[in-house]
């Protein structure tokens, strides 16, 4: 048996993960009752990610924020930049793809115990608050953005701490990395579970019924994931991206497509980072950060869903108009949890632009519920990714610099 498994942790996640799916969906068209215990790991595998992503971000923050030397460049300004434009382009390339090819929606019933968000000022209202949240209540309610601010300031306080507490926090660090490591390992089961769930819950009528808006919203994050980044990149590095495109949607994107969450896929960014050779001030921070903010695929996701309820509806949408749901979907992407399922609730928000009803804007939501396993995943995959990717391309293009003034010196002396 233990040979057997040593052989089995040798094959490569991704492959692992395609037999989990594989076994997923062949329980639950031949045995979906006699196996129904099967669900459970799927419900086991998602809680451990959420229980330990958390705790994670917490130690990985702080511990790269107290370690760093003073006086040390690190590359965040560019790649915050990135960041917020990557968003922002996702929402616009998500309007205009939305009125090019329009999509109405069969709307259903649910989700309608959730509150959502009222406007904006709300939302913004809301972003501070969780700034500035307890921190134990942050780690229990995957609260990102207020586990970023106490991880930011912690570290600063701790900056000037001993070197033997700074080993400590670094031994904490690597310690909650292992153990997701080891929660990840066990991805093929947690999947298998998830898939089985997913077909006998709903089937595959659902997604047959939602079959065009699933085309839209994949499609708008394949442009982003090929197109867009892709040439943002190239603007920054000068030089073929694809190579690089490619390794990151292969070895991050995937594993996230399947974990759905931005936050428990950081160790695997982090080890991609290493294995790129960027600088580990730089991607320790931006990594954890590019989980909590870094949204593209949310953004898309905000805006699809929005201008097919305005579609169903027949509301007429002004330039405009469109162009500020590109920004309220840029900044509430943001403001998306970093767990699966984040961006839905924020969709109430952006529909509040064009006086939609708060209890049509929840049956938008449960629709979002219903494709969540084609969307979400999809989704994660984009915005993880892309924390490595533009982190790359910041390094990539600050080297390119520092090599030209490393040229142009010599011959000015």
């Given at each position: 048996?233990?040979?057997?498994?040593i052989?089995?942790?040798?094959i490569s996640?991704?492959k692992?993960?395609?037999?989990g799916i594989?076994?997923?969906?062949?329980?639950a068209?031949?045995?979906?009752n006699?196996?129904?215990g099967v669900?459970i790991l799927g419900?086991?595998f998602v809680g451990?990610?959420?229980a330990?992503a958390p705790v994670?971000?917490?130690f990985l923050v702080?511990?790269a924020?107290a370690g760093?030397?003073?006086?040390?460049k690190?590359?965040m300004?560019?790649?915050?930049f990135?960041?917020?434009l990557?968003?922002?382009?996702a929402g616009?390339?998500a309007v205009?793809?939305?009125?090019?090819?329009p999509?109405t929606l069969?709307?259903?019933?649910?989700?309608?115990?959730i509150?959502?968000p009222?406007?904006i000022?709300e939302?913004?209202?809301?972003?501070l608050?969780n700034?500035?949240?307890?921190?134990v209540?942050?780690i229990i309610?995957a609260?990102?953005?207020?586990?970023l601010?106490?991880?930011?300031?912690?570290?600063?306080?701790?900056?000037?701490?001993?070197q033997?507490?700074k080993?400590m926090?670094?031994?904490?660090s690597?310690?909650i990395t292992?153990v997701?490591?080891?929660?990840?390992?066990?991805?093929?089961l947690?999947?298998m579970g998830l898939?089985?769930d997913?077909?006998v819950?709903?089937?595959?009528?659902?997604?047959?019924?939602?079959?065009r808006?699933?085309?839209i919203?994949?499609?708008c994050?394949?442009?982003?994931?090929?197109?867009?980044?892709p040439?943002?990149v190239?603007?920054?590095?000068?030089k073929n991206?694809?190579?690089?495109?490619f390794?990151v949607l292969?070895?991050?994107?995937i594993?996230?497509?399947?974990?759905?969450?931005?936050a428990?896929?950081?160790p695997?960014n982090?080890?991609?980072?290493?294995?790129l050779g960027?600088?580990?001030?730089?991607?320790a921070?931006s990594?954890p950060?590019g989980?909590?903010?870094n949204?593209?695929?949310?953004?898309v996701?905000?805006?699809?869903l929005?201008?097919?309820t305005?579609?169903?509806l027949?509301?007429e949408?002004?330039?405009?108009?469109?162009?500020l749901l590109?920004?309220?979907a840029a900044?509430?992407?943001a403001?998306a949890?970093?767990v699966?399922?984040g961006?839905?609730?924020l969709?109430p928000?952006a529909?509040s632009?064009?006086?939609?009803p708060?209890d049509?804007?929840?049956?938008?939501?449960?629709?979002?519920?219903?494709i969540?396993v084609v969307?979400?995943?999809?989704e994660?995959a984009l915005n993880?990714?892309?924390d490595?990717?533009?982190?790359?391309a910041a390094?990539e293009?600050r080297e390119?610099?520092?090599?030209k003034?490393?040229?142009?010196s010599p011959?000015?002396?």
């Amino acid at each position: 048996m233990k040979n057997l498994l040593i052989k089995w942790n040798q094959i490569s996640l991704v492959k692992r993960i395609v037999v989990g799916i594989i076994v997923g969906v062949i329980l639950a068209l031949t045995l979906p009752n006699a196996v129904s215990g099967v669900t459970i790991l799927g419900s086991l595998f998602v809680g451990a990610l959420k229980a330990v992503a958390p705790v994670l971000v917490l130690f990985l923050v702080m511990h790269a924020i107290a370690g760093h030397k003073s006086g040390k460049k690190t590359n965040m300004k560019s790649i915050l930049f990135l960041y917020l434009l990557g968003t922002f382009l996702a929402g616009a390339v998500a309007v205009v793809a939305s009125f090019m090819f329009p999509v109405t929606l069969t709307l259903t019933t649910g989700a309608k115990d959730i509150a959502p968000p009222e406007g904006i000022v709300e939302v913004i209202q809301t972003l501070l608050f969780n700034l500035v949240s307890n921190p134990v209540d942050a780690i229990i309610n995957a609260n990102y953005l207020g586990i970023l601010m106490w991880a930011v300031v912690l570290g600063l306080a701790l900056k000037s701490a001993s070197q033997n507490t700074k080993d400590m926090l670094g031994s904490f660090s690597d310690a909650i990395t292992k153990v997701v490591q080891w929660v990840i390992n066990l991805a093929p089961l947690g999947i298998m579970g998830l898939v089985f769930d997913a077909i006998v819950t709903s089937g595959f009528s659902a997604l047959v019924e939602y079959g065009r808006l699933i085309l839209i919203l994949v499609g708008c994050m394949l442009f982003i994931a090929l197109v867009v980044h892709p040439l943002l990149v190239f603007i920054y590095t000068r030089k073929n991206p694809y190579p690089l495109v490619f390794m990151v949607l292969r070895e991050s994107g995937i594993t996230a497509f399947f974990t759905r969450s931005s936050a428990a896929n950081i160790p695997v960014n982090m080890k991609l980072c290493e294995k790129l050779g960027l600088d580990e001030d730089t991607y320790a921070v931006s990594i954890p950060l590019g989980a909590t903010i870094n949204m593209a695929g949310a953004a898309v996701t905000i805006a699809v869903l929005t201008l097919a309820t305005v579609h169903t509806l027949g509301i007429e949408v002004d330039f405009v108009t469109a162009l500020l749901l590109s920004v309220v979907a840029a900044i509430s992407a943001a403001g998306a949890s970093g767990v699966a399922g984040g961006s839905l609730l924020l969709i109430p928000l952006a529909c509040s632009l064009f006086g939609v009803p708060a209890d049509i804007a929840m049956q938008v939501v449960g629709v979002g519920f219903i494709i969540g396993v084609v969307q979400d995943s999809c989704e994660t995959a984009l915005n993880s990714s892309s924390d490595v990717l533009f982190t790359a391309a910041a390094e990539e293009a600050r080297e390119r610099k520092e090599s030209k003034v490393s040229k142009v010196s010599p011959a000015n002396s």
